[in-house]
């Protein structure tokens, strides 16, 4: 079983949907959550982060993490054209520091105008 | 913006050829690392710093070497390069004394290899 499940999609929404985008994990001793954002020929950028379980909200996004069902989502609503790239889930590996991280495979998201 | 930077970014070689994947940040972070990337798959920690002199293997078993001779540079290194070996492989930095493990990396743009 993989430490982190991601579904890739492709996942095609219309301009102004809710988008949600989510993660499964297997190891409960996870406690840092991340979504990264990468657009097409690029890396991947930090687009938030969440300790433990709990919502945080950053404008149009919104991170959940439901540490009971091992779930992490991120949300995002009235998506844009600009939102198109993956997402990536990331978690902190127990016992490594920043940076050592394992990803999921990411969601590949298009939001038609 | 993130200034760290990859060379080349994309590299079309034969087998058996030595090839040097370079990464510069100007941040002056202490902590770098390198990530595989092959399509649709996860990224894979192949090696990381935390300084100058300061090297590690990652989780994913690779091949290549690395050095960490100066701050700001993390050079990759395959002395014989394999069709095995085609994959984008990603640089990225972290900032050094963070009070929290915000797990944010700063990427570069990648350096996608394909081996023939």
């Known amino acids: 079983q993989k430490e982190v499940e991601q579904d890739p999609g492709p996942l095609s929404v219309p301009e102004g949907a809710i988008v949600s985008l989510n993660c499964t994990y297997s190891n409960s001793a996870f406690q840092y959550f991340m979504w990264y954002r990468q657009y097409s020929r690029k890396g991947p950028e930090l687009l938030m982060y969440?300790?433990?379980?709990g919502n945080k909200e950053d404008g149009r996004f919104t991170a959940q993490v439901d540490k009971s069902s091992k779930y992490i989502s991120l949300f995002i609503r009235d998506s844009q054209p600009s939102d198109s790239a993956t997402y990536l889930c990331?978690?902190?590996?127990?016992?490594?520091?920043?940076?050592?991280?394992?990803f999921g495979k990411g969601t590949k998201l298009s939001v038609k105008p | 913006e993130a200034d760290i930077y990859q060379t080349p970014r994309y590299l079309v070689i034969g087998t058996g050829k030595k090839i040097t994947l370079e990464c510069s940040q100007t941040m002056g972070h202490d902590k770098m690392y390198w990530y595989q990337q092959d399509p649709g798959m996860e990224l894979h920690l192949i090696h990381y710093s935390y300084g100058v002199n300061s090297t590690e293997k990652g989780d994913l078993s690779s091949e290549s070497t690395v050095s960490r001779i100066r701050t700001e540079h993390f050079p990759l290194t395959l002395e014989s390069a394999r069709p095995s070996h085609t994959s984008q492989y990603l640089c990225a930095s972290a900032r050094q004394g963070a009070t929290t493990n915000t797990g944010e990396l700063f990427f570069g743009e990648g350096s996608r290899l394909t081996v023939l």
């Open positions: 990331a978690m902190i590996r127990p016992g490594g520091s920043q940076g050592n991280l394992i």
């Open positions: 969440t300790y433990s379980s």
